[in-house]
């Protein structure tokens, strides 16, 4: 089953680019990597998904290595309002996605 | 705001009980999947539905079912109540699953056994 891990948690300067790694080393060759973020425990917020390209919108990037084990999300600035916990998620099998235990990333100013 | 909302936002019940949670999707959307979050762990899928069928289901006992309705929303209910069941409810919906499948979460029900 595809899973992620990530590490638990990471520190980052408020205004510098925060970079949260994931790994997904069983990923299937046609599913998506997806980005989620959860601040006080209130719904997941999606940021941002991928397939095999670099992806980027108003909120992050995403960077995915090319044989697709391990990817990056990218916060260009990070603020404090940025603090929460980040899920690199995959589709396991059919409609279950895996959320894994996330990074808890906090912005320190 | 991803449109998608849930109620009651709390709710405290005592083992053995039974509970109805509801979930009205975002605009155009008719499917919804349904999460459990234990304080400190990352959600859960319970299962999904999709036109009005369960349409994939993750590790959870009988005692968790749902529906879905012809308006696309959402109920998770769960009988015989136990302690382990306190968590956040987290329900998403989304549009028929296809390979990018991005599924917009409302804010939670608390659910509290006691």
């Known amino acids: 089953d595809a899973k992620t891990t990530q590490p638990p948690s990471m520190d980052c300067a408020e205004g510098r680019a925060a970079n949260l790694p994931c790994n997904h080393s069983t990923i299937s060759g046609n599913e998506y990597v997806y980005w989620y973020r959860q601040i006080h425990s209130q719904g997941p917020q999606y940021i941002i998904h991928g397939l095999k390209n670099n992806e980027t919108n108003e909120m992050a990037s995403l960077i995915i290595t090319e044989d697709r084990k391990s990817s990056t999300l990218i916060l260009p600035h990070a603020t404090l309002r940025d603090t929460a916990v980040y899920y690199c998620?995959?589709?396991?099998?059919?409609?279950?996605?895996?959320f894994g235990t996330g990074t808890s990333l906090t912005v320190i100013p | 705001e991803t449109g998608v909302t849930q109620s009651p936002t709390h709710l405290i019940k005592t083992r053995g009980q039974q509970v109805t949670l509801r979930c009205s999707s975002q605009s155009g959307h008719n499917t919804v999947s349904w999460y459990q979050q234990a304080l400190g762990q990352g959600p859960q899928f319970i299962f999904q539905y999709y036109r009005e069928e369960e349409n994939g289901r993750g590790n959870f006992p009988p005692r968790f079912s749902g529906l879905q309705f012809p308006n696309y929303s959402s109920e998770l209910n769960v009988n015989a109540l136990e302690l382990d069941d306190s968590a956040l409810y987290l329900c998403a919906s989304s549009l028929p699953l296809s390979r990018a499948n991005t599924q917009y979460f409302g804010p939670g029900t608390r659910l509290t056994v006691l």
């Open positions: 998620i995959v589709r396991i099998t059919g409609n279950q996605f895996y």
